[in-house]
């Protein structure tokens, strides 16, 4: 049973630039939430997706956009990088009805904006 | 709103001591609370969790207690092992949201020597 996967594991962009990460849930998970984790510090909620639509949003600007695709995957967008978009990108997955209070993340997306 | 505080890390201890990390919390509803794991090179795990006052999680011979006049959730072991170094993180959630907007402590680095 494949667990939550995310890609690419590591990548690095400039300033301005766009990226996009992308993640598959664990299998029977149909919920998908982002968080990003700077360096030292704990997971920031970025967004949730359920039913292809986001649900809810954390504090981060309009530049953070997302998707999610009829599988249930989901891909986090982030526009015009800033070199405070560094962080480690973390995808988790749930199932909407089986709500056991547990999250289930990837390993996650190491992006460097230089 | 919410936040989560642990204590600053690393904790440094030899194998078979007794462990604490504290956590402290502030929540504007009657949150559930978690302590997630990270070991190197993998995704946060979730270790325990509680979901009302003077409930005790335990998992792994960990273990934590639910202390709403205290607000407070810290983690303890009574026996430490190498394998137990990793980043623990404290965090909070709201049923409503299916606990997927988790707010987490910046996380404390726990170390264990032979």
């Known amino acids: 049973d494949a667990g939550v996967t995310q890609s690419p594991t590591h990548l690095i962009k400039t300033r301005g630039q766009q990226v996009t990460l992308r993640c598959s849930p664990k299998?029977?998970?149909?919920?998908v939430s982002w968080y990003q984790q700077a360096l030292g510090q704990g997971p920031q909620f970025i967004f949730q997706?359920?039913?292809?639509?986001?649900?809810q949003r954390g504090n981060f600007p309009d530049r953070f956009s997302g998707h999610q695709f009829p599988n249930y995957s989901s891909e986090l967008n982030v526009n015009a990088l800033l070199l405070g978009d560094s962080a480690l990108y973390l995808c988790?997955?749930?199932?909407?009805?089986?709500?056991?209070?547990?999250?289930?993340f990837g390993e996650g997306s190491r992006l460097t904006v230089l | 709103g919410d936040s989560v505080t642990q204590m600053e890390g690393p904790v440094t201890l030899s194998e078979e001591a007794f462990l604490t990390i504290n956590c402290t919390y502030t929540?504007?509803?009657?949150?559930?609370l978690f302590w997630y794991v990270q070991y190197p090179g993998e995704g946060l795990q979730l270790l325990l969790k509680?979901?009302?006052?003077?409930d005790k999680g335990s998992n792994k011979g960990f273990e934590a207690t639910y202390r709403k006049e205290t607000t407070s959730f810290h983690l303890e072991k009574g026996s430490v092992q190498v394998s137990d170094s990793a980043v623990y993180f404290c965090?909070?959630?709201?049923?409503?949201?299916?606990?997927?907007?988790?707010?987490f402590g910046k996380g404390t680095m726990l170390l264990v020597s032979p």
């Open positions: 965090a909070l959630g709201e049923r409503e949201s299916g606990y997927s907007t988790l707010t």
């Open positions: 997706y359920y039913e292809e639509e986001e649900r």
């Open positions: 299998s029977g998970h149909d919920t």
């Open positions: 929540a504007t509803g009657y949150p559930s």
């Open positions: 509680a979901t009302k006052a003077d």
């Open positions: 988790a997955s749930r199932s909407e009805i089986k709500r056991t209070g547990e999250l289930f």
